[in-house]
């Protein structure tokens, strides 16, 4: 099956061989990017404009509560516009059958956008300048022959608690705030393994500035978050310790070095939505968080 949107009307058709039918309502449509590694972020198109679509999502349906999207992705095949003949468009009644000039995408080829590595990829739905992230969970071939994809969000949502200024040391609020904020829009803005970094940077801010404060010593602030989190009592507080550790040994695979000595796996989305969370579970075992 293909699409097809009138640029002027931004009526959508819907059909096979270049013959459609308005749709009505009209579907949610975005720009979609495949992010594949951080660099493709740069692949993301400067406005909503249709000619510089290379893909696009339709969106069949949308649970708030779960953060879960199911849809199509249709692919533009190049040329734009192109000829059409659609029947009367329902909002449009007195349209006689006629040729139409629309901007068509095709949805039996999106599949081979992502090749094997679709399950990794994340989705960049809208434009440079407004963009959400999603994640691939699941594909299925319909009776269409257009392949149906579930999405779930990837974001700070329900995740990230929201902190409780009063309880923070004065000394280390500014920069608790800071880095909690950097992790935030990475969450929304970034690869994989940016959002670990910046779960680290906060992590071993929050833990240091926290411990600093216990121990009456501001030295530990500097110090590295795998040895700062050996520093503490794994008996009285083995959460922060054993989460701070496990968040510093993310962060080390990122680095190349660290790759080729310990032959570990590189870093993955699932690895990010985990470093999220685990930076949750640290502010609330600080008390930090309402």
């Not at 000619?51 to 734009?80: C, M």
């Not at 300048?129 to 149906?148: M, N, P, S």
């Not at 695979?253 to 990010?272: H, L």
Request: hydrophobic share 40%; glycine share 8%; proline share 6%.
């Amino acid at each position: 099956m293909m699409i097809a949107i009138d640029e002027s009307s931004k009526l959508v058709y819907e059909g096979q061989g270049h013959y459609g039918y308005g749709l009505w309502p009209s579907p949610v449509l975005s720009l979609a990017t495949p992010i594949l590694e951080e660099t493709d972020f740069q692949k993301l198109p400067p406005d909503a404009d249709l000619y510089s679509a290379k893909l696009l999502f339709r969106e069949d349906s949308f649970d708030p509560v779960t953060r879960v999207r199911r849809g199509r992705f249709y692919v533009n095949p190049g040329t734009q516009p192109q000829p059409w003949k659609v029947t009367p468009h329902s909002f449009l009644p007195s349209q006689a059958l006629t040729p139409m000039s629309l901007h068509g995408f095709d949805g039996r080829s999106a599949l081979n956008m992502f090749g094997e590595g679709f399950e990794k990829a994340l989705i960049a739905l809208g434009s440079r300048q407004a963009f959400t992230l999603w994640r691939v969970i699941g594909v299925e071939r319909i009776v269409t022959g257009e392949d149906l994809f579930t999405l779930r969000a990837r974001s700070t949502l329900g995740v990230l608690p929201e902190l409780d200024q009063s309880a923070i040391p004065d000394h280390a609020r500014h920069k608790v705030n800071e880095t909690v904020g950097k992790l935030i829009e990475a969450a929304y803005r970034a690869g994989p393994e940016s959002v670990v970094d910046r779960a680290r940077d906060v992590a071993q801010w929050c833990i240091g500035a926290w411990l600093s404060t216990k121990e009456g010593d501001p030295s530990l602030r500097l110090i590295d978050l795998w040895e700062l989190s050996g520093k503490i009592s794994e008996k009285d507080f083995a959460v922060i310790r054993n989460t701070g550790r496990s968040l510093a040994r993310l962060h080390a695979r990122n680095k190349p070095n660290v790759q080729e000595e310990k032959s570990t796996r590189p870093v993955t989305e699932d690895d990010a939505e985990y470093s999220i969370a685990a930076v949750g579970l640290v502010l609330r075992e600080l008390g930090w968080s309402n």
